[in-house]
């Protein structure tokens, strides 16, 4: 896969570790008095994971605990997120997300059993990274220009791929279409790494020739 076409310069996915707010139960020189929890709210093989495994295990070494990492996906991150918010407020359970998922799930879900900015605390921004729109080498277009010219002479023929409906990726699918004035299929996955394998290996071609992440 060699073809890669930037979408908005200032689409940025901000991944942060957040922890559920309360009075501190261990002092700084105590912590971690066991091993810690990485909840992921996406499955495994996308940025959030690959990221919370890295930083997971530089952690671990430091601090001489276990840092155990599981993916709790779906409903757009929110599961995983609520598991975060009911667990003990110990700072040994840490949500690591999107930025963005935490802002826009508040807005997409009016019955979330948590409260996004209430709930938890911020602990520290791990990175900040780009958000691509790639195409399988197949498909008549090198640059996001090429890309749009073709989704305009085939409406509502293209489609796009994304982690899931109500994510990060399939917002910016829905502003691009907006932008552009193209119509395009959105065909949502359980995550970006199968998206991504489809795409490379041209399965549902010309259904879904893109995908966001």
Known sequence: MKTRIPVLSDAV???AVLAAITTPQASAQDYPARSVRFIVPQVPGGATD???RAVGQKLGDRWGRTVVVENRGGAG????????????PDGHTLL??????QAINQSLYPKLSYDSVKDFQTVATLAVTPFLLIVNNSLPAKSLKEF????R???GVMAYASSGNGSVNHLLGEMLKIDARINMLHIPYKGVAPSISDVIAGRSMPRSPACLR
């Open 13 to 15: 996915k901000l991944l």
């Open 77 to 88: 991150g929110t599961l995983g997120t609520d598991v975060v918010a009911k667990s003990a």
């Open 153 to 155: 002479g085939r409406p």
């Open 96 to 101: 690591v997300t999107y930025a963005g998922s």
């Open 148 to 151: 749009i010219a073709l989704a």
């Open 50 to 52: 690959v990221f919370a």
